[in-house]
């Protein structure tokens, strides 16, 4: 150490006096210390100042640059000398070395920024306000031969995609191009694997998916599939997966996604839905995800019915059932939802058995299955008298909605119960629907599906009870007392928030329950009338109107 300490100070003198051949001296003296021991060798490094000397040092055309730069690399694999490093103000002129042609020096100067910006987004951002991403980018495809030097650029672009401020300059590179020359000629598992890291944040953007399409990155990905899909090597199964994962993330853009359908005879689409079928859980997965992504606008959901999608996707969950592949199940099952969006689709769904299939995972305990399950169902039954009928009276499938209307830890689970409950009684508009709902114990849930957060929710189920008071009114008077139905109803039209909408229905349902004495005491209970009289100088015609009738009504019957 007192050698270092004699070396540290032969450098403060020697760089004031720009002597190389004693600066080079003391550099190797440093080089060999912190090899020695790196901690304790940057430690007295600040304690005796030197960091502040570097700036000068760093001179483009200098012999001695490799070396200063080597030094800033090891010294910052500390964190406590990283913010030292700032301060003496070594990132300057460490991304003016960026434009060197010197190899070495572009070696050693992408480690000390790597190392000096590490897990700092603060700096990282500096990094891309300083433009060192079109740099590192050029110096990628200029130097792609030497792999030191590409992998530097690698662990550079991986730090720095995860940054959202770093996306748009990265897609005003040649980046795609680039990433995608360099994985077509890697062999190595270790290689493809950088890169991959590298491709996964980039491709979260939609402008660099679809360039990352155009550079053939996706006859890559296939490639790595056809290599990996048999092999029961590790590093076979992690390939296997990054790739059919990244390529599912290339269809989340919608031009990337609509060039790989090509309009339902893309090569690529055809491949894709050939691993639907196949015995690998993973792209089963894949396949799935991807019908699912394809399925985002109704004619290619149009054609993909049409084509025969759904046989497979229905024989892919028959094998899931007992197998019990949870994110297989879920994606199939979200495609099958996507699918079912367009009017014209239902009919053919419904007459090739998808709810039947859907209904088999109704023991299902898992949430997200859960979920896409009552999406599916819900879909399918939209203007589907018959399917709604049948599902409707189907009394396993509404005690089980009920129990999942009251899953608190689950809210998207416990909505979409809620919505499927009502659906199924709005779109068959039958007594014996309403009938099993009632036996079911589900009408209490809609009462509280009325005061939701969620308009589409609250009209939902004020038409639901406006049919159940319709169609059974009787048999379900217990239940809209249990509920606290009429009092609901004098809130929501009490408030001032409440959407023309709702007010409308709420007044058409309050008309609907006065044939019930219980319930027609507890509305003249509560006034009713005063709160209904104010609502016929509304804004809104159809609500205002609707005061008036409904005034009438509770007059004639007070």
């Given at each position: ?366 949430p997200p299955v859960q979920f896409k399950l009552l999406g599916t169902l819900r879909m399918l039954i939209d203007t589907q008298v018959d399917a709604a009928d049948q599902l409707g009276t189907n009394s396993k499938l509404v005690e089980r909605l009920v129990e ?155």
């Open positions: 150490m007192d050698n270092l300490s004699d070396a540290l100070k032969k450098l403060k003198l020697a760089s004031a006096d720009s002597a190389t051949d004693s600066v080079e001296s003391c550099l190797d003296c440093l080089l060999k210390a912190l090899a020695h021991n790196n901690a304790n060798a940057s430690e007295k490094v600040q304690e005796m100042g030197v960091l502040s000397l570097l700036p000068t040092l760093l001179a483009p055309q200098s012999s001695c640059t490799p070396k200063v730069a080597n030094i800033i690399a090891e010294v910052a694999k500390n964190e406590f000398m990283r913010s030292p490093c700032v301060e003496a103000g070594l990132i300057p002129p460490l991304v003016q070395l960026l434009h060197s042609k010197d190899q070495e020096v572009l070696l050693q100067t992408g480690r000390a920024l790597g190392n000096i910006c590490y897990d700092s987004h603060s700096l990282q951002a500096q990094l891309i306000n300083m433009g060192v991403i079109p740099t590192l980018v050029k110096l990628l495809g200029l130097h792609s031969d030497n792999t030191a030097l590409t992998e530097m650029c690698l662990i550079a672009f991986g730090n720095l995609a995860e940054l959202e401020s770093s996306k748009e300059q990265f897609a005003s590179t040649n980046i795609a191009e680039e990433l995608v020359r360099l994985f077509q000629k890697q062999a190595e598992h270790e290689k493809k694997e950088m890169i991959f890291e590298v491709l996964a944040p980039l491709a979260e953007n939609d402008v660099i998916k679809l360039q990352l399409v155009e550079a053939g990155l996706v006859e890559c990905l296939l490639d790595v599939v056809t290599h990996t899909v048999n092999g029961e090597r590790d590093e076979d199964v992690a390939q296997l997966k990054t790739a059919s994962d990244l390529m599912v993330l290339l269809l989340l853009g919608d031009e990337s996604m609509q060039k790989l359908f090509d309009a339902g005879k893309g090569s690529v689409f055809e491949r894709v839905l050939s691993w639907v079928p196949s015995h690998n859980h993973q792209l089963q997965l894949a396949g799935a995800l991807a019908i699912a992504n394809f399925a985002r606008n109704d004619g290619n959901c149009i054609q993909m019915v049409e084509s025969g999608i759904v046989q497979k996707l229905l024989e892919l969950l028959d094998r899931h059932v007992e197998e019990g592949n949870v994110t297989v199940q879920h994606a199939a099952l979200s495609a099958l939802r996507n699918l079912a969006i367009p009017v014209v689709n239902k009919a053919k769904m419904l007459s090739a058995g998808v709810s039947d299939t859907v209904l088999k995972f109704l023991p299902s305990e898992m999942w209307c009251e899953a608190k830890d689950h809210a998207g689970v416990m909505g979409e119960s809620n919505r499927l409950l009502s659906a199924l009684i709005r779109h068959s508009k039958s007594k014996d629907v309403v009938k099993t709902v009632i036996q079911g114990a589900g009408v209490k849930h809609l009462v509280v599906m009325a005061m939701s957060e969620h308009m589409i929710m609250q009209n939902e189920a004020l038409v639901a009870l406006g049919l159940i008071a319709g169609l059974d009114l009787v048999g379900a008077e217990k239940d809209f007392v249990g509920a606290g139905l009429v009092q609901v109803l004098h809130k929501l039209l009490s408030d001032e928030r409440t959407a023309p909408e709702i007010k409308y229905n709420s007044m058409i349902l309050i008309c609907a329950v006065m044939g019930s004495e219980p319930l027609h005491k507890e509305v003249q209970g509560l006034a009713f009338i005063d709160v209904v009289s104010k609502l016929r100088s509304h804004e809104n015609k159809t609500v205002s109107h609707q005061a008036s009738l409904t005034e009438q009504r509770l007059t004639a019957q007070s």
